[in-house]
């Protein structure tokens, strides 16, 4: 990891594009909570192939996962892991440097997403997207504002909806309506203040059902819209 890095920097730097270069460094979203020495439809290949005895866990002889116990402590803050729609299986370190930022050595908690992207190189890059309708419209927006002087990236009014595995969230602001368990259905979405409570402990679903209705509402719109496909519809 780290050496590759430090190759791809030594890289840049002689070929003299080090100082034009926007470089976005994160991780995959989630801890993997899959044990496969343990359980699953490789069990019996990789004991075969592998020993996990505690002399030999983590040389070449071994073949180490997380676990979902060591998962939900890899993401300490949050709730669940990898294949959840909760903030433990979304949520991604995200590390960027370049000439393009402004303040440097700064953490920030703004809420960005992966379709963020794109917008972003295109802006740097100083070219547009197509916008003739020949491809679907970008979702993101650039996150130049953020990295040049700190603004946010989306109002209170942007939403990010999806749909994985038969879990889904929708969210718009600081409200995050999701689900936790397997299949989807919409009386198991649970309301949270994700600015408040990012550890999602405490279920507004009650204390606010106007803005759970009002999210239900948006959430249907957005799923057609993007063309999610819900089993009640085949």
């Known amino acids: 990891g780290s050496e590759m890095c430090i190759r791809d920097r030594d890289y840049l730097k002689s070929r003299g594009l080090y100082e034009n270069t926007l470089i976005v460094f994160m991780s995959d979203n989630g801890p993997a909570a899959e044990d496969f020495y343990n359980r699953g439809s490789y069990v019996d290949y990789v004991r075969a192939h592998y020993d996990n005895t505690y002399e030999t866990m983590g040389t070449q002889r071994s073949f180490v996962s997380y676990g979902p116990q060591w998962a939900e ?132 679903s009650e204390a606010k059902p106007e803005k759970r209705a009002e999210l239900i509402k948006l959430w249907r719109a957005e799923r057609k819209k993007l063309g999610i496909i819900l089993p009640g519809d085949l």
């Not at 709730?79 to 959840?84: A, D, F, L, Q, V």
């Not at 070219?127 to 946010?152: I, N, W």
């Not at 989306?154 to 397997?182: C, M, N, P, S």
């Open 73 to 204: 402590a890899g993401s300490p803050a949050f709730s669940r892991h990898k294949g959840y729609t909760r903030e433990g299986g979304i949520s991604a370190p995200f590390i960027v440097t370049g000439p393009q930022l402004g303040p440097r050595g700064v953490r920030s908690h703004t809420y960005l997403t992966l379709m963020d992207l794109a917008p972003t190189f295109l802006e740097v890059a100083r070219t547009e997207y197509p916008a003739d309708g020949s491809v679907y419209p970008l979702l993101g927006e650039s996150m130049l504002p953020l990295l040049t002087d700190g603004s946010p990236v989306h109002d209170d009014d942007y939403i990010t909806t999806l749909y994985h595995g038969g879990r889904a969230f929708i969210r718009q602001g600081r409200w995050k309506l999701v689900t936790l368990e397997r299949p989807f259905d919409e009386s198991g979405f649970q309301l949270f203040d994700v600015v408040a409570d990012p550890g999602e402990t405490n279920d507004l």
